[in-house]
């Protein structure tokens, strides 16, 4: 078995977007309430771990002073700062009571996390809070204040370590690109729906990085409808060639899970099945390992996949039916799918056809001795 630990507080959803924000504070209640209906942390070798807060010194790791100043003060209600001006207020990032303890908490969670990979306390740690990919380093972005993906990267990046990043979120990491775009220490790669069809529009194939980091940025996108195997072949065309040939330290990976059939943002179509296939691929590769958590907007399909995700990383099988506690709470019966997407034909070719023209392109782009020919 695995040392495996999740990063939990009550306090991580105590404040939050907003029953209305589809970043419902519940996501993160409900996982951790499933997994605990589990008894997931009964053994000595799987710990829930609390976190504290970031300090403005991890935080400026990768956001400005006036930005962490400007979260801090719009976050205790000072009417002398403008939210517009770092793309707060009404809409994707509202401004809340309470976010910036809640953001640099979540923070303060990823970098936990971090250290105690880094340190060799555990073999993984399960940051499911984070994975806030979108914030820019002087601004709000996509639900996203603080980029804990961001901070905790460069904290192992400081450490000497050589990262490897990929975020299978359904939509493109853009913040982490951005944190690394000049950098060979640290690769990013992103699997995602394409930026024609979804938020933040950017994540093309083209996007390889610069300078010292040009070849450091991978950017894999995919059309809507995108099935498990289909995903999986350029999962494994992709990912696992790049890893080898980067050889990295640590892997950190954001885990959102709005590339499932029934998300309500996104239109990609996986299944917890396929999730669990790139989990286990993650959990095969055998490095020390960041696991952080990210989008996913149906609070059932949250719970359900990132408890699943938890019991791949410290090797425990949840059995399929859920236990009586939770599945009277909120109605849940099966931890896996037990129906998958209505498979149309002309999506699933064309988003075949797409997906190999963008690993050619890739491997052309790239060279072929990055992908081990
Ligand atoms: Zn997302």
Same mark, same amino acid.
């Given at each position: 078995?695995?040392?495996?630990?999740?990063?939990?507080?009550?306090?991580?959803?105590?404040?939050?977007?907003?029953?209305?924000?589809?970043?419902?504070?519940?996501?993160?209640?409900?996982?951790?309430?499933?997994?605990?209906?589990?008894?997931?942390?009964?053994?000595?070798? $799987?710990?829930?771990?609390?976190?504290?807060?970031?300090?403005?010194?991890?935080?400026?790791?990768?956001?400005?002073?006036?930005?962490?100043?400007?979260?801090?003060?719009?976050?205790?209600?000072?009417?002398?700062?403008?939210?517009?001006?770092?793309?707060?207020?009404?809409?994707?990032?509202?401004?809340?009571?309470?976010?910036?303890?809640?953001?640099?908490?979540?923070?303060?969670?990823?970098?936990?996390?971090?250290?105690?990979?880094?340190?060799?306390?555990?073999?993984?740690?399960?940051?499911?809070?984070?994975?806030?990919?979108?914030?820019?380093?002087?601004?709000?972005?996509?639900?996203?204040?603080?980029?804990?993906?961001?901070?905790?990267?460069?904290?192992?990046?400081?450490?000497?370590?050589?990262?490897?990043?990929?975020?299978?979120?359904?939509?493109?990491?853009?913040? @982490?690109?951005?944190?690394?775009?000049?950098?060979?220490?640290?690769?990013?790669?992103?699997?995602?729906?394409?930026?024609?069809?979804?938020?933040?529009?950017?994540?093309?194939?083209?996007?390889?990085?610069?300078?010292?980091?040009?070849?450091? $940025?991978?950017?894999?996108?995919?059309?809507?409808?995108?099935?498990?195997?289909?995903?999986?072949?350029?999962?494994?065309?992709?990912?696992?060639?790049?890893?080898?040939?980067?050889?990295?330290?640590?892997?950190?990976?954001?885990?959102?899970?709005?590339?499932?059939?029934?998300?309500?943002?996104?239109?990609?179509?996986?299944?917890?099945?396929?999730?669990?296939?790139?989990?286990?691929?993650? =959990?095969?590769?055998?490095?020390?390992?960041?696991?952080?958590?990210?989008?996913?907007?149906?609070?059932?399909? @949250?719970? =359900?996949?990132?408890?699943?995700?938890?019991?791949?990383?410290?090797?425990?099988?949840?059995?399929?039916?859920?236990?009586?506690?939770?599945?009277?709470?909120?109605?849940?019966?099966?931890?896996?799918?037990?129906?998958?997407?209505?498979?149309?034909?002309?999506?699933?070719?064309?988003?075949?056809?797409?997906?190999?023209?963008?690993?050619?392109?890739?491997?052309?782009?790239?060279?072929?001795?990055?992908?081990?020919?």
């Amino acid at each position: 078995m695995q040392r495996a630990a999740l990063i939990s507080t009550k306090e991580l959803w105590a404040h939050g977007h907003g029953t209305s924000h589809p970043m419902r504070p519940e996501r993160l209640r409900m996982t951790c309430e499933l997994l605990q209906a589990y008894r997931a942390f009964e053994d000595s070798r $799987s710990q829930m771990l609390t976190p504290s807060p970031a300090s403005d010194d991890a935080l400026t790791l990768w956001h400005t002073s006036e930005y962490i100043d400007a979260v801090r003060r719009l976050s205790a209600g000072d009417a002398q700062v403008s939210p517009a001006k770092y793309n707060l207020g009404p809409g994707d990032n509202p401004v809340f009571p309470g976010m910036y303890e809640s953001e640099a908490l979540k923070v303060g969670a990823s970098l936990l996390a971090a250290r105690l990979v880094a340190g060799q306390e555990v073999d993984v740690a399960f940051s499911f809070a984070g994975g806030l990919h979108h914030a820019m380093s002087g601004h709000a972005s996509g639900f996203c204040v603080f980029n804990d993906a961001a901070i905790a990267i460069r904290w192992l990046a400081k450490q000497g370590k050589r990262v490897l990043y990929v975020d299978v979120d359904a939509h493109h990491g853009d913040g @982490v690109q951005a944190a690394f775009y000049d950098s060979d220490q640290v690769m990013t790669i992103s699997l995602h729906e394409c930026g024609h069809y979804l938020f933040p529009g950017t994540g093309f194939v083209e996007e390889l990085g610069r300078v010292a980091g040009r070849g450091y $940025s991978v950017n894999v996108p995919l059309l809507p409808y995108t099935p498990d195997d289909v995903y999986l072949w350029a999962f494994e065309q992709t990912v696992l060639p790049l890893a080898a040939s980067f050889a990295p330290d640590v892997l950190v990976t954001q885990l959102g899970i709005d590339t499932h059939f029934e998300d309500p943002l996104a239109h990609l179509a996986l299944t917890t099945a396929g999730f669990g296939s790139v989990v286990r691929a993650f =959990r095969d590769m055998g490095l020390p390992w960041v696991a952080l958590g990210g989008g996913g907007y149906n609070v059932h399909t @949250v719970a =359900r996949a990132w408890t699943l995700a938890y019991g791949i990383m410290s090797d425990q099988t949840f059995a399929d039916e859920i236990p009586e506690t939770y599945r009277e709470a909120y109605g849940d019966h099966r931890l896996r799918d037990s129906v998958g997407p209505e498979p149309r034909a002309r999506d699933t070719a064309q988003a075949r056809e797409y997906a190999e023209r963008q690993v050619k392109s890739l491997q052309q782009l790239l060279g072929p001795d990055r992908f081990g020919a």
